[in-house]
């Protein structure tokens, strides 16, 4: 039987793609060697934080993250390895952490981000979703002085309509849980949104089921046939062959098929991140999502917890959930804010997708004709999901070519 459109992968970019090939009228296949409930999508820290942030390829990132290395201090951590493609990301990764490239990094972030939150935002209302979203602004809190300074004399904070600076007792209404004399400073982002991934990705999910969406989970693609440049199979650990008119790759940090089978050298490297997951006592829980900019720690208040998310490791593909690592996460923590009890903690770990731009590998196989990727989401793969899905299936429906797409020329690292 001869499928319509397979998507290998279900994390947010297969189910964002999905979502809009459905609305157009196509049938849709998802198959994914799990079953959907434990990808980066699920555990990751649910910031829509395109607006006001710098991207992590920014000027000064490489020296500061050294600097914090060599004190044994730095969230992010680069194992030795002796995988070449990771020194050539990370080469490629520093020419990026430039003036010229952040800001135009911004501003595609901020075109992209706008479109997705309102994407987000017409899914809610014309689907009935719950997303537990909520477009509250996004709170950046320094601990140290000189980083607060520097921010508040590099960028203009003067916007009433998407700042607000704080004054300390200010603060505390946002963030009960501060031990306030040891806060250097907080920024209210306005513009950004947060929601609960994991309820993203399973009433996604849902949603398209109901809509016929077809699932084969637990269920890994191991291989597939090119002939004639075009997918003429791919085999699945089960050694079920599946045929279809087109093909769309959306593995998430994983990107064995597309160089073994379609010759593409995808300029990604898995980048291990954490979170943790626990109940807050209600008097400490915070107001919005915030960031604890010189810990590189993440805390989101959800409808039933709170999450903690943190680290940055390059180098390392294993899954494990280090216990110094996650130590170290609340250590950092509860050196600025008060103690409390965390109670039914759930760890996790997942694997950030990381270009060495922050811009994702979207569109068409240049050779395979049948054959489409949406890739490379890195760091802000929520906030950018259904901006990057509605993308690549306009390019599948409208059968159009890369440079027929004004948004593949702009926001795919294919072409810069
Ligand atoms: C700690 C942490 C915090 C983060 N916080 C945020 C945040 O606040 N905001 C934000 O926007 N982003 C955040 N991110 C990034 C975001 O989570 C990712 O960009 C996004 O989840 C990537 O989605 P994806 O669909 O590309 O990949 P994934 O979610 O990894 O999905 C890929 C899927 O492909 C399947 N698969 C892989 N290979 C095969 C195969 N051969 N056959 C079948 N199936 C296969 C996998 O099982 C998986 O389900 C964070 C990430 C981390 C790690």
Same mark, same amino acid.
């Given at each position: 039987?001869?499928? &319509?459109?397979?998507?290998?992968?279900?994390?947010?970019?297969?189910?964002?793609?999905?979502?809009?090939?459905?609305?157009?009228?196509?049938?849709?296949?998802?198959?994914?060697?799990?079953?959907?409930?434990?990808?980066?999508?699920?555990?990751?820290?649910?910031?829509?934080?395109?607006?006001?942030?710098?991207?992590?390829?920014?000027?000064?990132?490489?020296?500061?993250?050294?600097?914090?290395?060599?004190?044994?201090?730095?969230?992010?951590? =680069?194992?030795?390895?002796? &995988?070449?493609?990771?020194?050539?990301?990370?080469?490629?990764?520093?020419?990026?952490?430039?003036?010229? !490239?952040?800001?135009?990094?911004?501003?595609?972030?901020?075109?992209?981000?706008?479109?997705?939150? @309102?994407?987000?935002?017409?899914?809610?209302? %014309?689907?009935?979703?719950?997303?537990?979203?909520?477009?509250?602004?996004?709170?950046?809190?320094?601990?140290?002085?000189?980083?607060?300074?520097?921010?508040?004399?590099?960028?203009?904070?003067?916007?009433?309509?998407?700042?607000?600076?704080?004054?300390? &007792?200010?603060?505390?209404?946002?963030?009960?849980?501060?031990? =306030?004399?040891?806060?250097?400073?907080? =920024?209210?982002?306005?513009? @950004?949104?947060?929601?609960?991934?994991?309820?993203?990705?399973?009433?996604?999910?849902?949603?398209?089921?109901?809509?016929?969406? %077809?699932?084969?989970?637990?269920?890994?693609?191991?291989?597939?046939?090119?002939?004639?440049?075009?997918?003429?199979?791919?085999?699945?650990?089960?050694?079920?062959?599946?045929?279809? %008119?087109?093909?769309?790759?959306?593995?998430?940090?994983?990107?064995?098929?597309?160089?073994?089978?379609?010759?593409? &050298?995808?300029?990604?490297?898995?980048?291990?991140?954490?979170?943790?997951?626990?109940?807050?006592?209600?008097?400490?829980?915070?107001?919005?999502?915030?960031?604890? @900019?010189?810990?590189?720690?993440?805390?989101?208040?959800? !409808?039933?917890?709170?999450?903690?998310?943190?680290?940055?490791?390059?180098?390392?593909?294993?899954?494990? =959930?280090?216990?110094?690592?996650?130590?170290?996460?609340?250590?950092?923590?509860?050196?600025?804010?008060?103690?409390?009890?965390? @109670?039914? %903690?759930?760890?996790?770990?997942?694997?950030?997708?990381?270009?060495?731009?922050?811009?994702?590998?979207?569109?068409?196989?240049?050779?395979?004709?049948?054959?489409?990727?949406?890739?490379?989401?890195?760091?802000?793969?929520?906030?950018?999901?259904?901006?990057?899905?509605?993308?690549?299936?306009?390019?599948?429906?409208?059968?159009?070519?890369?440079?027929?797409?004004?948004?593949?020329?702009?926001?795919?690292?294919?072409?810069?």
């Amino acid at each position: 039987m001869k499928r &319509d459109v397979v998507i290998i992968g279900g994390g947010i970019a297969g189910l964002c793609t999905a979502y809009y090939l459905q609305k157009s009228g196509r049938k849709v296949t998802i198959i994914d060697e799990a079953d959907i409930t434990n990808s980066t999508s699920f555990g990751n820290a649910g910031l829509l934080s395109a607006f006001d942030k710098s991207p992590l390829s920014c000027p000064g990132v490489v020296s500061n993250t050294l600097k914090l290395m060599l004190k044994g201090q730095s969230p992010a951590i =680069i194992h030795p390895t002796l &995988d070449f493609k990771i020194y050539k990301w990370l080469v490629n990764f520093i020419k990026n952490s430039n003036e010229k !490239r952040t800001k135009k990094t911004m501003m595609l972030f901020e075109k992209y981000g706008e479109i997705t939150l @309102n994407l987000y935002e017409k899914m809610i209302k %014309e689907d009935n979703l719950d997303f537990d979203y909520h477009r509250d602004g996004m709170l950046s809190v320094f601990t140290e002085d000189k980083s607060y300074k520097e921010r508040l004399k590099k960028y203009n904070y003067t916007d009433d309509e998407r700042f607000k600076i704080f004054k300390k &007792d200010e603060l505390k209404e946002y963030l009960p849980s501060a031990d =306030i004399k040891k806060i250097k400073g907080a =920024i209210l982002f306005k513009k @950004n949104a947060r929601f609960d991934s994991g309820r993203v990705m399973l009433e996604l999910k849902k949603h398209l089921i109901d809509a016929g969406v %077809e699932f084969i989970l637990n269920e890994k693609i191991d291989s597939m046939r090119i002939e004639n440049n075009e997918v003429k199979h791919i085999i699945s650990s089960k050694s079920v062959f599946y045929e279809a %008119e087109h093909f769309i790759m959306s593995t998430g940090y994983k990107t064995a098929l597309a160089g073994k089978y379609c010759n593409k &050298d995808l300029m990604m490297t898995p980048a291990k991140g954490y979170s943790i997951t626990f109940e807050m006592p209600k008097e400490f829980i915070p107001k919005v999502s915030t960031i604890f @900019n010189d810990l590189f720690i993440v805390m989101t208040p959800r !409808r039933d917890n709170v999450r903690f998310t943190s680290k940055l490791e390059i180098g390392s593909d294993d899954p494990a =959930i280090i216990e110094k690592q996650i130590d170290s996460i609340k250590k950092n923590f509860f050196e600025y804010n008060q103690t409390f009890e965390m @109670n039914n %903690e759930v760890y996790w770990s997942g694997f950030r997708p990381l270009t060495p731009n922050d811009i994702p590998l979207i569109g068409r196989d240049e050779d395979v004709n049948n054959l489409t990727y949406c890739m490379g989401l890195g760091w802000l793969g929520m906030t950018f999901g259904p901006a990057l899905g509605s993308i690549v299936s306009d390019l599948v429906v409208n059968d159009k070519k890369n440079a027929q797409s004004d948004d593949i020329l702009m926001f795919s690292g294919f072409y810069q």
